[in-house]
T-cell receptor
């Protein structure tokens, strides 16, 4: 079953701009994770935010979590052409249950 | 760095064939997972294993089986391949204390069933 839903499905921005992707989910979670996937490759873990956290930073990445709205956002600041990829949120509800959304395809135009 | 290696990047098989997809990880992870990824559907869990010879069904196990004879290796088996199993298959692994552990993915196998 699918837990997370990303919005928008596709996003195209100019290099240097910020990119914001949103994720909504349906049930209570333990934590939420964001992954990145370059075309034709596997997923790479970016950041994890626990249910009792509201915001987390890692380099140019900022993730927020609002458990009352069951939503999260991923902000990439000062985007680069190399950030072009698909981004997925994944929710964790139990020990081995990681539910992925359908992803946001980000294109950064040089 | 964690390395999850999938044996083939691309594979073409015929309907009715028995297909084996292999995955090996080098970090002594207890958990291993097989997903399939289809456009518009995201990643869906087929099977996972939390120990040698142990397996649990995921969301879409029909038409698949798995084997975990050694801790580092997790195999996905398509018993009789069908065209609707054409997809990207991704293997992942992490530690058993996995609530706060990310999953580490291989580069995927793009499987085409003709």
């Amino acid at each position: 079953s699918q837990q997370g839903e990303e919005d928008p499905q596709a996003l195209s921005i100019q290099e240097g701009e910020n990119a914001t992707m949103n994720c909504s989910y349906k049930t209570s979670i333990n934590n939420l994770q964001w992954y990145r996937q370059n075309s034709g490759r596997g997923l790479v873990h970016l950041i994890l935010i626990r249910s009792n956290e509201r915001e987390k930073h890692s380099g140019r990445l900022r993730v927020t979590l609002d458990t009352s709205k069951k939503s999260s956002s991923l902000l990439i600041t000062a985007s680069r052409a190399a950030d072009t990829a698909s981004y997925f949120c994944a929710t964790v509800t139990g020990a081995n249950n990681l539910f992925f959304g359908t992803g946001t395809r980000l294109t950064v135009i040089p | 760095d964690v390395k999850v290696t999938q044996s083939s990047r691309y594979l073409v098989k015929r309907t009715g064939e028995k297909v084996f997809l292999e995955c090996v990880q080098d970090m002594d992870h207890e958990n291993m997972f097989w997903y399939r990824q289809d456009p518009g559907l995201g990643l869906r869990l087929i099977y996972f294993s939390y120990d040698v010879k142990m397996k649990e069904k995921g969301d879409i196990p029909e038409g698949y089986s798995v084997s975990r004879e050694k801790k580092e290796r997790f195999s996905l088996i398509l018993e009789s391949a069908s065209t609707n199993q054409t997809s990207m298959y991704l293997c992942a692994s992490n530690y058993v204390d996995s609530l706060y552990q990310p999953q580490h993915f291989g580069d995927g196998t793009r499987l085409s069933i003709l």
